[in-house]
């Protein structure tokens, strides 16, 4: 009796690691089944690999019996919300009710996002992602324009002022003093000096003969 009883009993084979089909087959082989419990992430063991079995392997079973396993889903990727075009404290804020976490942000300058606005992300909303960190392009704004100041002496005055305007400067303060020999209207000393940068709509001043 103990003999016909073992000899309808087979050893169980080693599972762990392979692929689901590959696993199924070997059961086969040994005239066993197998019953899948459930899947599991698992950053070690690769997508559709066993992750356990039950009984363990050189286990003895009846023949036409189930081995339950395991099957993993490798590791788990994050889905990236999309925080392109929101402000900086509203991007920390999803981060934070996803579980991510916000990684390094730098700014760059945009003549298309207001300043504090997000211009990108890495990784990118459509590329799931292993890593809960996403890093962050910031807005500083329109790069504002500076404009070399130019020498102006000698220059007319009434020159110089529409080229002024169509720079998107200001003309300032302007004075006037009598010089001998010098015709009314050309430029003796500005401010700021030949050489400055200037921004858009800073004024210059000028000093003017008589």
């Known amino acids: 009796?103990?003999?016909?009883?073992?000899g309808s009993e087979v050893l169980v084979p080693n599972l762990m690691g392979r692929k689901a089909q590959e696993a199924s087959n070997l059961l086969a082989s040994h005239q066993l089944q197998m019953k899948i419990d459930g899947f599991r992430f698992?950053?070690?063991i690769s997508s559709?690999?066993?992750?356990?079995?039950?009984?363990?392997?050189d286990s003895r079973l009846k023949v036409n019996r189930h081995v339950r396993v395991l099957i993993s889903l490798g590791e788990k990727k994050?889905?990236?919300p999309d925080l392109r075009g929101d402000t900086l404290r509203a991007a920390q804020i999803t981060l934070l009710k996803r579980g991510l976490a916000g990684g390094s942000s730098a700014q760059f300058g945009s003549e298309v996002y207001e300043v504090d606005r997000i211009i990108s992300q890495e990784p990118l909303p459509q590329n799931p992602s292993?890593?809960?960190?996403?890093?962050?392009?910031?807005?500083?704004g329109r790069k504002e324009r500076t404009f070399l100041m130019p020498d102006l002496t000698g220059l007319d005055l009434v020159e110089v002022s529409r080229a002024i305007k169509e720079a998107g400067l200001q003309l300032g303060k302007v004075t006037y003093q009598p010089v001998s020999g010098i015709?009314?209207?050309v430029i003796l000393h500005q401010n700021p000096l030949a050489g400055s940068q200037l921004k858009r709509e800073e004024e210059i001043e000028l000093e003017i003969a008589k």
């Open 183 to 185: 015709m009314r209207g």
């Open 130 to 140: 292993q890593s809960p960190v996403v890093n962050l392009l910031v807005s500083s």
């Open 78 to 80: 994050v889905a990236i």
């Open 1 to 6: 009796m103990r003999i016909a009883i073992r």
């Open 48 to 57: 559709d690999r066993i992750l356990s079995q039950l009984p363990s392997p």
């Open 42 to 44: 698992d950053p070690k």
